[in-house]
């Protein structure tokens, strides 16, 4: 029942922006606590960002300043507005959840969705 959809991935090029959203819907999962992790090419999956149910929100340091996770609480959906992007951000970006800390890995998961930054 639980399903997490995504969508905004696609080709952009270094300097960009892109917007990911993941919807969630079904029973047993909400929006509150979601994370945004990806995964490149011959690297393990790493967290992107995360945001607690209460709001609080953990970063790489690696996207510190040029990505932002929110949520629309009324769509049931989180979003990861990615700016500045360099073609280190190429990778596979899955949403997550429940996402509870640095650490502990989500139970549900999304499809993925390419991620691919151009020169």
């Known amino acids: 029942q639980v399903q997490l959809v995504e969508s905004g991935g696609g080709l952009v090029q270094a300097g960009g922006s892109l917007r990911l959203s993941c919807a969630a819907s079904?029973?047993?999962?909400?929006?509150?606590?979601m994370g945004w992790y990806r995964q490149a090419p011959g690297k393990q999956r790493e967290l992107v960002a995360g945001?607690?149910?209460?709001?609080?929100?953990n970063y790489a340091d690696s996207v510190k300043g040029r990505f932002t996770i929110f949520r629309d609480s009324a769509k049931n959906t989180v979003y990861l507005q990615m700016n500045s992007l360099t073609l280190e951000d190429t990778a596979v970006y899955y949403c997550?959840?429940?996402?509870?800390?640095?650490?502990?890995?989500?139970?549900?998961w999304g499809q993925g969705t390419q991620v691919t930054v151009s020169s």
């Open positions: 997550a959840g429940p996402w509870l800390r640095v650490g502990v890995v989500p139970l549900y």
């Open positions: 079904g029973s047993g999962l909400s929006i509150k606590a």
């Open positions: 945001i607690t149910s209460g709001g609080s929100t």
